[in-house]
């Protein structure tokens, strides 16, 4: 039973550039989150895709943005990089309503803007 | 603002000895959870607590959900160097259709 999978594992990228990042949940979960983890602290809540749909999003600027498909697989999309996106970026999924037995995570991708 | 506090952010021991990790907030939680995190690695859950004042047992880790779901400990006892890692407690405001809000971590490191 394969669990969260993400790609690429690492990636650098220019200011200004956009970046895609893929993530497909594990078998049998519908929801998918993204985190961002600087360095030396805890993820911080990007959004949350449920049924194709955005249903939560955090503090963070429009440069970020997601999509879900049919099959329950994730997308980021960061658009006009900045230094300071560099971070490890978690994508996390659940089963819908379960979300209060906690998530699986994958491995992550570690963005570097340069 | 961070919701969840911890501490202490970093902790260096000797292998044998005890330790406590703990998790503040003034929100209620309807659960918390607690994650190791190796690095180069995302989160791996060890426990869910959901009832105020519950207690769970993983082995050597005892973690307690505050009576009024506000806060949460993390024991661990005789510390062995492969507990060294990244400790993160995380809390989910309602039981469905809720993000999971993560605090900033311990970092412990048991040295031999």
């Known amino acids: 039973d394969a669990g969260v999978t993400q790609s690429p594992t690492h990636l650098i990228k220019t200011r200004g550039q956009q970046v895609t990042l893929r993530c497909s949940p594990k078998s049998g979960h519908d929801t998918v989150s993204w985190y961002q983890q600087a360095l030396g602290q805890g993820p911080q809540f990007i959004f949350q895709y449920y049924e194709e749909e955005e249903r939560q999003r955090g503090n963070f600027p429009d440069r970020f943005s997601g999509h879900q498909f049919p099959n329950y697989s994730s997308e980021l999309n960061v658009n006009a990089l900045l230094l300071g996106d560099s971070a490890l970026y978690l994508c996390a999924s659940s089963l819908g309503d379960r979300i209060t037995y906690g998530y699986t995570f994958g491995s992550g991708t570690r963005l570097t803007v340069v | 603002t961070q919701l969840l506090e911890q501490s202490p952010q970093f902790l260096s021991i000797q292998e044998g000895e005890n330790l406590t990790v703990y998790c503040n907030s003034s929100?209620?939680?309807?659960?918390l959870q607690w994650y190791r995190q190796e690095p180069g690695e995302g989160p791996v859950l060890l426990v869910t607590?959901?009832?105020?004042?519950e207690v769970k047992k993983l082995k050597r880790l005892t973690f307690q959900f505050g009576d009024a779901r506000k806060d949460s400990s993390l024991h661990i006892t005789a510390a062995q160097p492969g507990d060294t890692g990244l400790y993160l407690c995380a809390g989910a405001k309602y039981s469905s259709a809720s993000k999971i809000i993560f605090g900033s971590g311990t970092r412990l490191s048991i040295r031999p």
């Open positions: 929100s209620v939680f309807s659960s």
């Open positions: 607590v959901v009832t105020g004042g």
